[in-house]
């Protein structure tokens, strides 16, 4: 089958359906469709932020393969912004067509416009077409990302604040002054002479 022609561009309220459709199907265990309101908005937020892009492959006017871009620091102790790329999904009738590639054409056209010199991109562990096109774009794997619902870990963690989590709090200032003050009661102890001989 010959390469459909493409067009990338920036999602739009329009294409919601067709969104939802392709991101449902790929989404991470535990984790619900999204309301098509939610989904609306979600869409409209990513457009007004100067710091996300959503965009869209879209063939014959149909949506075929999205992706998101959001630019934010590399790490918490770098000043410079890395493009972070998620949710890469290309329909799978339509995927070995150069969807993927037309999509990271484009992200790598925005950060050259926006002068970021890097790239981190997600893909889900699940899936080998995936990892094998990013390993062949020349991105080496650097993390595994994990995902649960707050209550499902809520679940695993204990009800109680752990102590070293709770700096500031009553009993951290406690346990401070009693530690203070056993080590004012050994010094006392090591400067009273021996009257003993």
């Known amino acids: 089958m010959s390469r459909c ?23 991470a265990r535990g984790f619900d469709d999204s309301d098509p309101t939610e989904a609306e908005a979600a869409v409209a937020r990513i457009s007004a932020d ?3 892009r959503l965009l869209v492959a879209v063939s014959e006017g149909e949506v075929i393969g ?7 620091p590399l790490s918490p102790l770098h000043a410079d912004n890395a493009l972070h790329v998620a949710h ?16 990271m054409e484009a992200t790598l056209s925005w950060a050259e416009e ?3 010199m890097h790239v981190l991109a997600a893909a889900a562990s699940g899936s080998r077409d995936a990892n094998r096109f990013m390993a062949r774009l020349g991105l080496a794997q650097v993390a595994i990302v994990r995902a649960a ?10 009800v109680e604040t752990p102590a070293a989590a709770r700096v500031g709090s009553r009993s951290h200032r406690s346990v401070a002054q ?7 009661q050994r010094r006392a102890q090591t400067r009273t002479p021996d009257t003993a001989c």
């Open 88 to 103: 890469l999904h290309v329909r799978e009738d339509m995927q070995r067509h150069g969807v993927g590639r037309a999509l």
């Open 178 to 184: 009693v530690l203070a003050q056993r080590r004012s």
């Open 149 to 158: 619902t707050v209550q499902s870990l809520r679940a695993k963690l204990p």
């Open 50 to 52: 100067p710091d996300q």
């Open 66 to 72: 999205t992706v998101q871009l959001i630019r934010a």
């Open 5 to 27: 022609p493409l067009l990338v561009r920036d999602a739009e309220l329009t294409d919601v359906p067709a969104l939802r459709g392709l991101l449902t199907g790929s989404s």
């Open 114 to 116: 926006k002068g970021t």
